[in-house]
């Protein structure tokens, strides 16, 4: 089974030479430290900046130098930095080729649910109905079940909708998995789990094909 850091790990092996890449709030933020040396990859954040680099060293931070989740980052050499309307204009005009978000349900048809539990308070939806909308490329990063232990890969999601049929892949604490034809397709199973373990926790369509492979990291 996957820590937050292991998921972030797995995820940062979808990121390829050359790609423009969006990292949401959460998990995400943490694909950024392990990205392959020996590749080139523009991180992007909807708060104005592109070249975002790993996360800085404690006592190495700069409060003026932020993502969209107000976490302090790094930039790289030659990042460029600029208003957000500039940033959704990158967005909207599908120059991002992935985008990594966080979700609370995602559903077998691909929608995802990523902002608001009715009854709690929230800022508001931020960036994500934008990326959602604009990113042919979608990877959400996620626990595969809440804390009371309910599968958050369901038939059809319950919360509020960010997206509808927009997500690619998912790769959670126990799996990695591919949203094609209305189901969930094992691709890799984590460290340690069994495809039981994997059935027992995802409520909606899942098709396994063969025998799954656990993920390398």
């Given at each position: ?135 042919e490329n979608i990877i959400v990063a996620m626990m595969h079940t809440n804390k009371k232990g309910e599968s958050k890969l369901l038939k ?62």
């Amino acid at each position: 089974m996957l820590d937050k850091n292991g998921i972030a790990q797995r995820i940062a092996k979808e990121v390829k030479n050359g790609y423009y890449v969006n990292l949401g709030i959460g998990i995400p933020t943490l694909v950024a430290n392990f990205v392959r040396d020996d590749i080139e990859v523009e991180f992007q954040s909807e708060n104005g900046i592109l070249g975002m680099g790993p996360f800085p060293f404690e006592g190495e931070e700069d409060a003026d130098l932020i993502n969209a989740g107000k976490q302090t980052i790094t930039a790289l050499p030659g990042a460029s930095f600029f208003d957000s309307s500039m940033s959704f204009s990158m967005i909207r005009g599908q120059h991002v080729d992935l985008t990594i978000l966080g979700a609370m349900e995602v559903a077998q048809n691909g929608d995802i649910a990523n902002w608001k539990i009715p009854g709690k308070m929230v800022k508001g939806m931020g960036g994500a109905m934008d990326l959602v909308a604009s990113a042919e490329n979608i990877i959400v990063a996620m626990m595969h079940t809440n804390k009371k232990g309910e599968s958050k890969l369901l038939k059809q999601c319950s919360l509020p909708l960010t997206g509808v049929g927009c997500v690619t892949k998912i790769v959670t604490n126990l799996a990695v998995l591919e949203i094609k034809d209305n189901a969930f397709y094992l691709v890799e199973r984590a460290p340690g789990v069994s495809v039981e373990d994997i059935k027992q926790a995802t409520e909606g369509t899942l098709i396994i094909d063969g025998e799954v492979p656990e993920m390398q990291l």
